[in-house]
């Protein structure tokens, strides 16, 4: 006698997940002159560990991190007076969405940074985090909190 063998939903893999299916579209976006102070407390309100740098006068699309933060505070710096224009990382990395998390992975472990933006048409359509791709990769049951 045979038996219907059960059908198994199939797992996303890291050649099969895209970054549109794991980014953040919800994008924290803070202009150069904003302080440090500022941009941690929008950062920590929205959950978030990165901001968009937008700064027409420069051209450019640049990003702000936790941890340029904190390399600020560490050096002695005042979060009132330090501006975002002076720690943004201008010299960006993008992902599009189309991009597997398995590229996204390889350009922030080459690159030793663990926040990417997505940039759709030259306009920042979301950011995708190590913690994203943990969390699609991630069995269900062992999801990683916010």
């Known amino acids: 006698m045979l038996h219907?063998?059960?059908?198994?939903?199939?797992?996303?893999?890291p050649q099969s997940t895209l970054v549109r299916d794991a980014m953040s579209t919800v994008v924290l976006t803070i202009g150069p002159a904003h302080?440090?102070?500022?941009?941690?407390?929008?950062?920590?309100?929205?959950r978030v560990g990165a901001a968009v740098v937008l700064d027409p006068?420069?051209?450019?699309?640049?990003?702000?991190?936790?941890?340029?933060?904190?390399?600020s505070l560490g050096r002695g710096q005042n979060p009132d007076t330090e501006r975002a224009h002076a720690h943004t990382t201008t010299d960006v990395v993008f992902a599009t969405p189309a991009w597997t998390l398995e590229d996204a992975?390889?350009?922030?472990?080459h690159g030793g940074f663990r926040h990417l933006i997505v940039l759709?048409?030259?306009?920042?359509?979301?950011?995708?985090?190590v913690r994203d791709i943990i969390r699609c990769w991630a069995p269900a049951r062992q999801q990683v909190p916010a």
């Open 105 to 109: 992975a390889s350009a922030m472990a």
């Open 4 to 13: 219907p063998t059960p059908q198994r939903t199939p797992r996303s893999t």
């Open 57 to 71: 006068d420069a051209g450019g699309i640049g990003i702000l991190t936790e941890r340029d933060i904190l390399n």
């Open 35 to 46: 302080t440090l102070r500022q941009a941690a407390a929008l950062m920590a309100s929205r």
């Open 120 to 129: 759709d048409r030259a306009e920042p359509a979301g950011i995708v985090s």
